[in-house]
């Protein structure tokens, strides 16, 4: 056994325990399928006021390890929790992540973010050498994590513990980068060196995750088109620059979808279970949910759109409600199911005033409801702006529900556009409502030719990401680093 290799996640989120999106979903299923392949595997990960142990033993592990941030040194709480016969290790301290939300509240981000995941950072890397093994890969996913890279590229120098350690970042979303004051850098132990353009700097400014890209051996992202859009001006951020001079050390490898939890055939929140082979159940849900939302029952008998996601730019919601109304002449259903900016939520809630029994939304987010909504609607919408990977239209395709969504990142990756063969739904140019409004249209004359919307639909749920081809993935970046499962 001691010949495995051992891989340390670092990350912000976690299914079960903690999730504002698809992160903590990836999280959930790579390291099990990691260890499935011969490596070891442990997570390290907040421990939010907020987290749920979702019926896991978590149990405190230690009380007082050190921890040299901020000045003067302080100290973390370990609990240690396992799932799926991976150890997962919270690093707790009340101050910084005892709250009501992850990283912000509805007036903006908390104030001390950056400290708070510089905390995590130093925490997770000083738990790890408290452990006393030092892991062959520190694998580091998005801003809260990636400075873990530049202490690292720093610390293998002098401190023989971390002399061998490799580094992998994982970029899921650019447009969170973890960018403050210069001022923040010099408190946040980094040495002199890091401070410049091809570093921790960005613009004057302190960049977090610029730091990661800088500093990681390897740099992925979540899909083949993610990591080419993020090298050019129009999707990289501002980062382009350093991730075109990474592009020899850049990989997009396609994340996969959890069918032990996101698969209608063994559902644990469905009122009834189907298959390609047995659809009866797909009706009996989108009645369920019809109820559920309080919708027309006559909605039943039309085409029912569904929408689940942040309430952001990002997903395009303000492109559905663009065309919400005119939806709603055509005479379909919609349901959404989300959260975020304020302003979007308010002229949702005024639009389903209007147009009662057809368009039902619930602002915020439970799994139970987005399971609903996956099953019990035809189409699901993902306007997305852009898309790192997207993993909500794998599920739809999973459960039947045929994804119309722009052509972009993760999303051109995994949807086979009609009427290509073996089309699997439809895309559209990423930013266009009357593109949007024509993919539905489109879509509406399919529905109303049933063989071909069977057909269609047949196709979409034979459609399969696994987790396992994902790792894969990622054991080659970790082989290429020199680091080799023994059975691979
Ligand atoms: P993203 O991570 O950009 O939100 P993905 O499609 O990769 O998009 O993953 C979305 C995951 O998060 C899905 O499991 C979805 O059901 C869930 N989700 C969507 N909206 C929310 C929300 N407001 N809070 C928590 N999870 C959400
Ligand atoms: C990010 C991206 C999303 C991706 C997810 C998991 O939240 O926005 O596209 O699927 O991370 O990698």
């Known amino acids: 056994m001691a010949d495995?290799?051992?891989?340390?996640?670092?990350?912000?989120?976690m299914y079960p325990f903690s999730k504002t999106g698809g992160l903590a979903d990836v999280l959930g299923a790579l390291p099990p399928a990691?260890?499935?392949?011969?490596?070891?595997?442990?997570?390290?990960?907040?421990?939010?006021?907020r987290l749920s142990t979702a019926g896991y033993?978590?149990?405190?592990?230690?009380?007082?390890?050190?921890?040299?941030?901020?000045?003067?040194?302080?100290?973390?709480?370990?609990?240690?929790?396992?799932y799926q016969g991976v150890p997962v290790y919270f690093?707790?301290?009340?101050?910084?992540?005892?709250?009501?939300?992850?990283?912000?509240?509805?007036?903006?981000?908390?104030?001390?973010?950056?400290?708070?995941?510089?905390?995590?950072?130093?925490?997770a890397l000083e738990w790890c050498k408290f452990m006393g093994r030092t892991p062959d890969v520190v694998h580091a996913h998005d801003w809260q994590a990636a400075l873990s890279m530049a202490y690292l590229h720093y610390w293998r120098q002098i401190d023989p513990f971390w002399k061998?350690?490799?580094?992998?970042?994982?970029?899921?979303?650019?447009?969170?980068?973890?960018?403050?004051?210069?001022?923040?850098?010099?408190?946040?132990?980094?040495?002199?060196?890091?401070?410049?353009?091809?570093?921790a700097e960005f613009w004057g400014d302190f960049n977090m995750l610029k730091a990661g890209i800088a500093y990681a051996d390897h740099v992925t992202t979540v899909s083949p088109s993610y990591a080419e859009e993020v090298q050019t001006e129009a999707f990289g951020c501002g980062l382009e620059g350093i991730l075109r001079k990474r592009s020899a050390d850049l990989t997009g490898i396609l994340n996969g979808a959890d069918y032990d939890v996101w698969d209608p055939r063994g559902d644990k929140y469905l009122?009834?279970?189907?298959?390609r082979g047995n659809m009866k159940g797909k009706r009996i849900c989108k009645e369920h949910l019809l109820r559920e939302y309080g919708m027309d029952p006559i909605v039943a008998t039309r085409p029912l759109l569904g929408f689940i996601g942040r309430l952001r730019r990002q997903k395009g919601i303000d492109l559905l409600l663009d065309i919400l109304p005119a939806l709603m002449k055509i005479g379909v259903g919609v349901v959404v199911l989300g959260e975020g900016n304020l302003e979007f939520e308010a002229q949702l809630m005024e639009l389903t005033e209007k147009y009662q029994g057809r368009l039902?939304?619930?602002?915020?987010?439970?799994?139970?409801?987005?399971?609903?909504?996956?099953?019990?609607?035809?189409i699901f919408l993902m306007p997305s702006r852009y898309e790192p990977c997207g993993l909500t239209q794998m599920y739809s395709l999973r459960f039947g529900t045929v994804p119309i969504a722009s052509a972009v990142g993760g999303l051109r990756d995994t949807i086979v556009p009609y009427p290509r063969y073996g089309a699997t739904g439809f895309t559209f140019a990423p930013g266009d409502p009357s593109a949007f409004l024509r993919a539905i249209m489109d879509a509406l004359s399919v529905w109303d030719k049933p063989k071909k919307w069977t057909q269609l639909r047949s196709s979409a749920m034979k459609a399969s990401f696994s987790w396992p081809r994902s790792a894969e993935g990622y054991l080659a970046v970790y082989k290429k680093?020199?680091?080799?499962?023994?059975?691979?």
């Open 271 to 275: 009122p009834h279970p189907y298959c």
């Open 481 to 488: 680093l020199g680091v080799t499962a023994p059975d691979a």
């Open 34 to 49: 990691l260890a499935e392949k011969g490596v070891d595997v442990a997570v390290v990960t907040p421990f939010y006021g």
């Open 91 to 123: 690093i707790s301290r009340g101050e910084y992540f005892d709250r009501r939300f992850y990283y912000n509240t509805h007036r903006g981000d908390y104030f001390d973010n950056c400290e708070r995941f510089v905390f995590f950072c130093r925490a």
């Open 360 to 378: 039902a939304a619930r602002i915020g987010y439970t799994e139970e409801l987005a399971h609903y909504i996956q099953a019990g609607t035809d």
């Open 57 to 82: 033993p978590v149990r405190l592990l230690h009380s007082d390890v050190p921890v040299g941030y901020p000045w003067p040194p302080t100290t973390a709480e370990v609990f240690h929790s396992d």
């Open 4 to 13: 495995r290799p051992l891989i340390l996640h670092i990350t912000s989120e």
């Open 164 to 199: 061998d350690v490799k580094t992998v970042l994982t970029i899921h979303n650019l447009a969170f980068q973890g960018r403050y004051s210069s001022r923040l850098f010099w408190e946040c132990g980094l040495p002199t060196s890091a401070w410049n353009m091809d570093g």
